[in-house]
């Protein structure tokens, strides 16, 4: 009964860490809607100036909201991948939404683009004082190729990933990322424990 009070723990964290995140723009998502691509390109730092956001969250008083865009014309052969203008370059983004609030715009959907009976165009790059805000759907595993140069550029600094929420996969990896730093000493610091406790029982039976 102890035995299992220990192992059952344990392989359902063994389970969360070789499982990929189903999450939506989840760095550990490695579908089409993942982010998993550009997390290998890109630091993620909760300081930085560059924030990427995934529908429904908000920051620096810019939200993402949850409705998708769809064009018609301007598209990848989905209209839910919809080709952008980024300062006279052409970006895709796939599922992507709205970017509401302040700031100079940096990349916008064409006119053709609508949102919920809205008619676009809308941004999916906003320029807010110091800090950039783009949308999670560029960065999408689905059109990493096509918007490599632009993922780059973006990523010459830190950037930081907000969403809405997650699943449990999605959380487990952020944690084991936070606590990638102290794992040495937590792996050491628990095969002591162990080899004390082992130890005692030895003992004991002798």
Same mark, same amino acid.
């Given at each position: 009964?102890?035995?299992?009070?220990?192992?059952?723990?344990?392989?359902?964290?063994?389970?969360?860490?070789?499982? %990929?995140? +189903?999450?939506?723009? +989840?760095?550990?998502?490695?579908?089409?809607?993942?982010? +998993?691509?550009?997390?290998?390109?890109?630091?993620?730092?909760?300081?930085?100036? @560059?924030?990427?956001?995934?529908?429904?969250?908000?920051?620096?008083?810019?939200?993402?909201?949850?409705?998708?865009?769809?064009? %018609?014309?301007?598209?990848?052969?989905?209209?839910?991948?919809?080709?952008?203008?980024?300062?006279?370059?052409?970006?895709?983004?796939?599922?992507?939404?709205?970017?509401?609030?302040?700031?100079?715009?940096? @990349?916008?959907?064409? %006119?053709?683009?609508?949102?919920?009976?809205?008619?676009?165009?809308?941004? #999916?790059?906003?320029?807010?004082?110091?800090?950039?805000?783009?949308?999670?759907?560029?960065?999408?595993?689905?059109?990493?190729?096509?918007?490599?140069?632009?993922?780059?550029?973006?990523?010459?600094?830190?950037?930081? #990933?907000?969403?809405?929420?997650?699943?449990?996969?999605?959380?487990?990896?952020?944690?084991?990322?936070?606590?990638?730093?102290?794992?040495?000493?937590?792996?050491?610091?628990?095969?002591?424990?162990?080899?004390?406790?082992?130890?005692?029982?030895?003992? +004991?039976?002798?």
């Amino acid at each position: 009964m102890r035995r299992a009070l220990v192992i059952t723990p344990l392989l359902l964290l063994l389970l969360l860490h070789f499982t %990929p995140s +189903s999450t939506p723009f +989840s760095p550990h998502n490695t579908g089409p809607l993942g982010l +998993s691509e550009t997390a290998k390109v890109c630091k993620l730092a909760d300081n930085a100036n @560059v924030v990427i956001l995934g529908p429904g969250a908000s920051a620096h008083g810019v939200k993402a909201a949850e409705t998708p865009i769809v064009d %018609p014309f301007a598209n990848a052969g989905d209209p839910y991948v919809v080709i952008a203008n980024a300062g006279g370059r052409a970006v895709f983004a796939a599922n992507a939404t709205p970017l509401v609030g302040p700031g100079k715009a940096l @990349v916008v959907t064409g %006119p053709a683009s609508y949102a919920n009976a809205t008619l676009g165009p809308f941004a #999916l790059g906003l320029a807010t004082g110091n800090v950039t805000v783009y949308h999670a759907s560029l960065f999408a595993n689905k059109v990493f190729e096509k918007n490599r140069q632009f993922i780059e550029q973006v990523c010459r600094e830190p950037v930081r #990933l907000v969403l809405a929420g997650g699943d449990a996969a999605h959380y487990y990896h952020q944690l084991e990322e936070a606590a990638a730093p102290w794992a040495a000493a937590l792996a050491l610091a628990t095969i002591s424990l162990y080899l004390a406790v082992r130890g005692r029982q030895w003992r +004991s039976v002798a």
